[in-house]
């Protein structure tokens, strides 16, 4: 049954390599992924492109409800369909962060995804990628995971990577962006960003992809969630 699916949950601010680590971790298990994050970006790129305020509670979670929007496991980091376009590009943009952030402190959109991120609990399993997955979504996940790194360490790793694409960025402001965003993502009062009271916590500031990986694999294979625990 679906409601027995194995979940791990994996927390923490933007930049502590939860997407990546994710991913990865889904496809060692062969696990469903949910990106729970890109659903609020979705919204949020949803609003923006039909005209709907940041701050209008209500037509912010009818857009939720409505979301038209379809996750491909395509190739290494998979493709977001929104109303039939490929906006894997356009949900990680600086802008349509921000917005998600704004959308995600609102208790009536985040009641309108709740249920929809319940329903990517299948079996095998799931892998749950987010910032209140351990604490509000999947309360009896067997592991919960939350990743951290410092703001320095996420500022320099988004300029690495927005470099990468050919996006000519500033550390500073991103570095200044991250702290605000963590600040209001932490003091919120509705599913505020901090661990689950029976997480583990994992500081990724100096850890490799790779090692991080293992580290949440010996984990797993230690609650025997892996088919070699």
């Known amino acids: 049954m679906s409601d027995r699916a194995a979940v791990v949950t994996i927390d923490g601010p933007g930049g ?3 997407g990546t680590i994710s991913r990865l971790v889904a496809e060692r ?7 729970s994050g890109a659903l609020y970006r979705l919204t949020a790129l949803a609003a923006l492109r039909h005209g709907v305020a940041l701050d209008d509670a209500s037509d ?23 109303e039939g376009q490929d906006v894997g590009g356009d949900i990680r943009t600086e802008q349509v962060g921000d917005a998600a952030s704004r959308v995600a402190a609102l ?4 009641t309108a995804l709740l249920q929809r991120q319940q329903t990517f609990r299948q079996p095998p399993g799931l892998v749950a990628d ?3 997955m351990g604490t509000v979504v999947f309360q009896d996940a067997p ?15 988004r300029h690495r990577q927005l470099r990468e ?11 200044k962006e991250i702290q605000a965003r963590d600040a209001r993502d932490m003091q919120r009062s509705v599913a505020p960003l901090v661990p689950a009271d029976d997480a583990v916590t994992l500081d990724t500031t100096r850890l490799t992809i790779p090692e991080v990986v293992e580290r ?14």
Do not use: C, Y
């Open 16 to 18: 502590a390599g939860k």
């Open 29 to 35: 298990l062969g696990w469903h992924l949910l990106d």
């Open 60 to 82: 912010l979670a009818r857009v939720a409800v409505e979301l038209d929007v379809v996750f491909l496991a395509e190739g290494g980091e998979g493709r977001v369909l929104l």
């Open 107 to 110: 208790p009536e959109v985040r």
């Open 130 to 132: 987010g910032r209140d």
């Open 143 to 157: 592991l919960k995971i939350f990743l951290t790194a410092s703001a320095e360490e996420r500022a320099q790793r």
């Open 165 to 175: 694409a050919g996006v000519d960025a500033n550390l500073s402001s991103l570095l």
């Open 216 to 229: 949440l694999m010996a984990l797993l294979a230690r609650e025997g969630l892996t088919s070699d625990a």
